[in-house]
C-alpha cells in the first residue's frame, strides 16, 4: 500500500513558495522543497488531492491558494524505513496570506524564491529541482 502525498507549487511575482522541512521531520527533514503532505483517508469523497493541497497550504504556512489547481506531475520513491509513497505536484495560484512558519514541527522557515535561488541553493535536493523544473514549465504553459 502507498503512501500518497500531494505538494503545492506556489508561484507569485517571479518566486516560489520554498519551505525548509523541519529536521522533526521522518523523510529529507532539512531540506528545500514545496509545501506539502499526506493524503488523509476521508472515505468517499471528490477532489481529494487538491483539498489535500490547499489543507497542507494553510496549516503549514497560512497561505491561501485559488480553485485552479493544476497537476504537474507525480513520481514514487521510498523512505528510509521502506514505505513506498506517490508523490504529485500541483501549481496553484496564490490567492492571499502571508507565509510563516505555522507548523514548526514540519517547517523550519518559509521563503519565496527565484529559480535560480532554488537552484543554488546548498539544501535543494534533485528532486526538488525536478519539481520546480516542472513546475515552471507548467506555469509558462498556462500563461
Known sequence: MF???????????????MITRS?????AG???SFVGGKVDKEGSTLDILERTVKRELYEEV?????????YVYSSSFVTGDGRPVINMVFL???D????????????????????????DHPQTPPWTMESVRRAEE????LK
Open 92 to 94: 496553484c495560484e496564490y
Open 138 to 141: 507548467a506555469r509558462r504553459k
Open 3 to 17: 503512501i500518497v502525498n500531494v505538494e503545492g507549487a506556489v508561484h507569485k511575482d517571479g518566486q516560489w513558495l
Open 96 to 119: 492571499g496570506g502571508t507565509p510563516y512558519c505555522k507548523s514548526p514541527d514540519e517547517v523550519d522557515s518559509v521563503q519565496w524564491m527565484t529559480l535560480s535561488e532554488i537552484r
Open 23 to 27: 529536521l522533526k521531520e521522518e523523510n
Open 30 to 32: 532539512g531540506t528545500l
Open 62 to 70: 497560512g497561505v491561501e491558494v485559488k480553485e485552479r489547481i493544476t
